[in-house]
């Protein structure tokens, strides 16, 4: 059993088929996280998180290997919230960022590097930002949004355009982080509006300063290449 929907995440506890009632498992949604689990010659993408025994997600090719999904089982969580789909417009990624602000029953969705929300995506400013691109899920990690050439290229400040990110992807994951650039606040480009999952907060829609002169010169501005620009 894994934190995430991610094989590489957290082992959080263990399922005993020998033990009384531990093959009795309750899942209540799965996510499809673009990476395949094989085991003999069943393989799957999707992992189902389970609220018990143990709570956590499993490779659905560990619960139920003839099946690629759980069957019956809502993907991404259900309740009308399906995952994000790619979209190739710098307006379509600011109008999924915004999704966040209102998503908890009309509040911001809650920070955690270690939780994913019901779209499947980490609640940390990574996976904030692989949910308003539309990247597998449950996100890559900041370093991998600065420095993967087939998502990110370095811009100039002077380039920004709604949609672009800076990021901090120097130090540690207390450290990193990554935001959405919106707009200039004004025509001495002093400071920007940006949509941004912070900790101690969640989804946030605010002014910043990251990466421009007096503020902090670890964010650095990058485009997404999906654009095409």
């Known amino acids: 059993m894994h934190a995430t ?9 263990m399922i005993n ?8 498992i309750t899942a209540d949604y799965q996510v ?11 393989c799957s993408t999707f992992m189902a998180h389970l609220t018990g025994p143990v709570s ?10 003839p099946q690629d999904r759980l069957l019956g089982v809502p993907v991404q969580g259900g309740g009308g919230q399906p995952q994000p ?11 999924r960022a915004a999704t966040w602000l209102t998503a908890n029953n ?10 994913v929300w019901k779209d499947g995506y980490r609640q ?61 606040n004004n025509d001495a480009h002093s400071s920007y509006t940006a949509y941004e999952q912070r900790g101690d907060h969640g989804t ?7 990466g421009l002169p007096g503020g902090d010169a670890e964010f650095k501005p990058y485009r997404p290449v999906k654009f095409g620009d």
């Open 5 to 13: 929907a991610d094989t590489g995440s957290p082992a959080v506890g």
């Open 17 to 24: 088929k020998t033990a009384p009632g531990q093959d009795r």
């Open 32 to 42: 499809d996280t673009g990476r395949k689990v094989c085991e003999g010659s069943s």
């Open 56 to 65: 956590g997600f499993l490779s659905v090719v560990a619960v139920d290997t």
């Open 85 to 95: 789909q790619p979209g190739g417009s710098h307006a379509e990624m600011l109008n």
């Open 106 to 115: 009309g509040a911001q969705v809650p920070y955690s590097q270690a939780k």
């Open 124 to 184: 940390d400013c990574s996976g904030y930002v692989s949910m308003a691109l539309g990247l597998p899920t449950p996100g890559t990690n900041t370093v991998g949004l600065a420095t993967d050439r087939g998502i990110t290229r370095p811009i100039s400040l002077g380039e920004l355009k709604p949609g672009d990110l800076l990021i901090d992807a120097s130090g540690d994951n207390n450290t990193r982080h990554a935001v959405i650039f919106e707009k200039w």
């Open 204 to 210: 946030d829609h605010r002014t910043l300063a990251y």
